[in-house]
């Protein structure tokens, strides 16, 4: 059993060299091609979400919650904010609040770690709670003669009962994220297709 796990080892161990030594092409391709990310269950744990009574199960332990927390923190730090830096440049948003809240989370100064103001009002600003998110992950690109409406279908669900699958979106949501629908036929701006993702 030794000599196998060994030579599984040796065959695993040569596969992570082989990604590590072509990583560039990766970054590369990262660096010139523009990509959009979107807040899914990867960027927490699979089927994140999925039903209403993992999600209250999860929301019930405050380890749950704090994996949650942290998992929306990072996602909203590397990629939301990117995303669309100017839902986050008022600072008399949500998502600003976000942000300041995150900075507060590890304060310097041996006060205790994280912060308990900061962890609510994070848990508040994710709808970590009953509540509906305060944060927006959605948002819109307009390029020359298109425009991309990225929809959050994973922090918006709907549940109809406890255990049924969930609506990607609750009406609400679906409202909020589209809401400059109808869209007039052509599109005003020169657009001339619409992706909805």
Same mark, same amino acid.
């Given at each position: 059993?030794?000599?196998?796990?060994?030579?599984?080892?040796?065959?695993?161990?040569?596969?992570?060299?082989?990604? !590590?030594?072509?990583?560039?092409?990766? %970054? %590369?391709? $990262?660096?010139?091609?523009?990509?959009?990310?979107?807040?899914?269950?990867?960027?927490?744990?699979?089927?994140?979400?999925?039903?209403?009574?993992?999600?209250?199960?999860?929301?019930?332990?405050?380890?749950?919650?704090?994996?949650?927390?942290?998992?929306?923190?990072?996602?909203?730090?590397?990629?939301?904010?990117?995303? #669309?830096? !100017?839902?986050?440049? #008022? /600072?008399?948003?949500?998502?600003?609040?976000? $942000?300041? #809240?995150?900075?507060?989370?590890?304060?310097?100064?041996?006060?205790?770690?994280?912060?308990?103001? !900061?962890?609510?009002?994070?848990?508040?600003?994710?709808?970590?709670?009953?509540?509906?998110?305060?944060?927006?992950?959605?948002?819109?690109?307009?390029?020359?003669?298109?425009?991309?409406?990225?929809?959050?279908?994973?922090?918006?669900?709907?549940?109809?009962?406890?255990?049924?699958?969930?609506?990607?979106?609750? #009406?609400?949501?679906? %409202?909020?994220?589209?809401?400059?629908?109808?869209?007039?036929? /052509?599109? /005003?701006?020169?657009?001339?297709?619409? $992706?909805?993702?």
């Amino acid at each position: 059993g030794l000599r196998k796990a060994r030579i599984a080892f040796i065959a695993d161990r040569k596969k992570i060299e082989d990604t !590590a030594a072509s990583i560039w092409k990766i %970054r %590369r391709t $990262l660096a010139n091609v523009p990509t959009y990310a979107i807040c899914d269950d990867h960027e927490v744990t699979d089927d994140w979400n999925l039903t209403q009574h993992w999600r209250a199960t999860v929301l019930g332990s405050s380890l749950g919650k704090s994996v949650l927390r942290n998992a929306l923190t990072a996602y909203t730090l590397f990629q939301g904010w990117g995303n #669309d830096p !100017a839902a986050f440049a #008022d /600072p008399t948003s949500a998502n600003a609040g976000c $942000l300041s #809240d995150a900075a507060a989370l590890f304060p310097a100064g041996g006060s205790a770690w994280p912060n308990a103001t !900061a962890t609510a009002s994070l848990e508040t600003c994710f709808g970590l709670g009953s509540a509906d998110p305060k944060i927006r992950f959605d948002y819109v690109i307009d390029g020359n003669a298109h425009r991309a409406i990225v929809m959050d279908s994973r922090t918006r669900r709907a549940f109809a009962g406890l255990d049924t699958p969930p609506a990607l979106l609750s #009406d609400d949501a679906l %409202r909020d994220q589209i809401q400059r629908g109808p869209f007039p036929s /052509p599109l /005003p701006g020169g657009i001339e297709l619409l $992706l909805v993702i």
